[in-house]
């Protein structure tokens, strides 16, 4: 995975709501896809509040498009207007599929059995995900299928699920390695998503900016295997 960038001196943009900070004005991060009003609050430039210079206080609470020149700790602002429109996504299954026959409640299962067979899994790191729906079937993605079906088939019957993990636990470790590196250099402020039911996948991380330390750890991290979104970016930079 490729991320580019944000250096000092370079021309960024950015989208969000302007909010007040106790010195000044900043950007706050905000979905283009929700929208809604900004809150009220005063913030403090944090991991997802940018700082602004030269931005009029008549844009206080305005969901605005900034750019300018990234200073390394603010954005001095030369161009702003409205938030562009963010072409939604189409519609997708995320829940559990309606027309599977019932199965028997796995809590009428022995839950000391079910624990035993899990832990040897757990342990081995050979899990990604586990989820039982409310139809009682339990959807796990795995790095290690014939594994899985030997523990868990005997315990789980017919209301098992399983599908190979798309990626080999050495990508999963790459991910954390990524986060960690955002965290201590204080730009991460929220990751989500994993796989729902029947494997469908949507782990993403949102970050101030792309520091050089996490461009050079994407590297590892395969097309797919994380989504990223930045409330600043370099201006020839791809939106997400």
């Known amino acids: 995975m ?44 944090v991991r997802d509040v940018a700082r602004l210079l030269h931005v009029d206080g008549e844009l206080l609470g305005q969901h605005c498009a900034v750019s300018g020149r990234w200073s390394g700790s603010a954005l001095d602002v030369d161009t702003f207007g409205p938030m562009p429109p963010v072409a939604r996504a189409a519609p997708s299954w995320r829940g559990p599929r309606v027309d599977r026959p019932r199965r028997p409640r796995t809590a009428t299962l022995d839950h000391d059995l079910i624990e035993r067979a899990w832990a040897p899994l757990w342990d081995a790191g050979m899990v990604v995900s586990r989820a039982v729906d409310e139809y009682d079937f339990a959807h796990v993605v795995t790095h290690d299928l014939d ?37 201590h250099q204080e730009v991460v402020f929220m990751a989500g998503g994993g796989f729902a039911y029947d494997a469908e996948y949507d782990g993403y991380l949102a970050v101030t900016y792309v520091t050089e330390a996490i461009a050079a750890a994407a590297r590892d991290i395969p097309d797919g295997a994380l989504g990223v979104v930045t409330l600043l970016r370099p201006v020839d930079a791809r939106t997400p």
Request: no cysteine.
């Open 2 to 45: 490729k991320l580019t960038p944000l250096r000092a001196g370079d021309r960024a943009e950015g989208f969000g709501s302007v909010v007040r900070l106790v010195d000044g004005l900043g950007l706050k991060y905000e979905d283009r896809a929700t929208g809604g009003p900004p809150p009220p609050e005063v913030y403090l430039a």
């Open 147 to 183: 594994r899985a079906e030997r523990a868990l088939r005997p315990v789980y019957g017919d209301s098992l699920l399983l599908t190979a993990s798309p990626w080999p636990p050495e990508v999963f470790h790459h991910i954390e390695k990524l986060m960690n590196i955002g965290d």
